[in-house]
Structure formats: structure tokens, C-alpha cells
């Protein structure tokens, strides 16, 4: 079976930055993050195209994530940068074997165990 493992989650505070790394246990196609915190539904944040020259975000990221893929490793990073409570979230990596470049939860075929992010104010 595929496996995705996040890692990078932890406690930032406000304004400030981390990286999170997605890492799939075999060749993936398209590779996206979603996060759900407490409460709410999880939602999209960014997806990467198989090949790393696509990319797309949702719009509360407002320029401050970036997504990255690193083929050779079947990898993603989620950078985030000045990060508010907000963002407080369990995030999820999720990847396809097809070049969805999807916003849908339901068009990824894997999913990893997720990576709490806490930010502080």
C-alpha cells in the first residue's frame, strides 16, 4: 500500500513560519495538503502537480503558503509563513496516481496521518 508520512507540525507563533514535509512511499502523481481544525470541515490548502511546475492554493493562504515538490523523493513541503491562530489545524497530506489538481478531498487516492500545527498568539 501507499504510504504518505507528514512531519514539521508543531507550535509556531503568530507571524511566524514552518515547513511541513510530505513523503510517499512510492511514486505519486499530483500531491496536495489539506487541513481540519477542530470543528470545521477539513479543507484545501494546496496541490502540486506530478512534475512540480503547477501549482495552486486556496484563497485564505493570501500568498503566505508555498507548496513544493521534490520528484526524485516522491515529496512535498508546505511552507507556511506569517501564520495566525487561524492556522491552528491538524494538516494532511494527501496525494493521486492521476494529475487531478484538485481542490476535492475525494479526488486523492492516499492520505497520511496528519501533523498538528499550533499557533500561539
Known amino acids: 500500500q501507499v504510504q504518505l508520512v507528514e512531519s514539521g507540525g508543531g507550535l509556531v507563533e503568530a507571524g511566524g513560519s514552518l515547513g511541513l514535509s510530505c513523503t510517499a512511499s512510492t511514486r505519486v502523481n499530483a500531491m496536495a495538503w489539506f487541513r481540519q481544525a477542530p470543528g470545521k470541515e477539513r479543507e484545501f490548502v494546496a496541490v502540486?502537480?506530478?512534475?512540480?511546475?503547477?501549482?495552486h492554493y486556496a484563497d485564505f493562504v493570501k500568498g503566505r503558503f508555498t507548496i513544493s515538490r521534490d520528484s526524485a523523493k516522491d515529496a512535498s513541503t508546505l511552507r507556511l509563513n506569517k501564520v495566525n491562530p487561524e492556522d491552528t489545524a491538524v494538516y494532511y497530506c494527501?496525494?493521486?496516481?492521476?494529475?487531478?489538481?484538485?481542490?476535492?478531498?475525494?479526488?486523492?487516492?492516499?492520505w497520511g496521518q496528519g501533523t498538528q500545527v499550533t499557533v500561539s498568539s
Open positions: 502540486i502537480s506530478g512534475n512540480g511546475r503547477v501549482t
Open positions: 494527501a496525494a493521486s496516481d492521476r494529475p487531478v489538481l484538485s481542490s476535492k478531498s475525494s479526488e486523492y487516492n492516499y
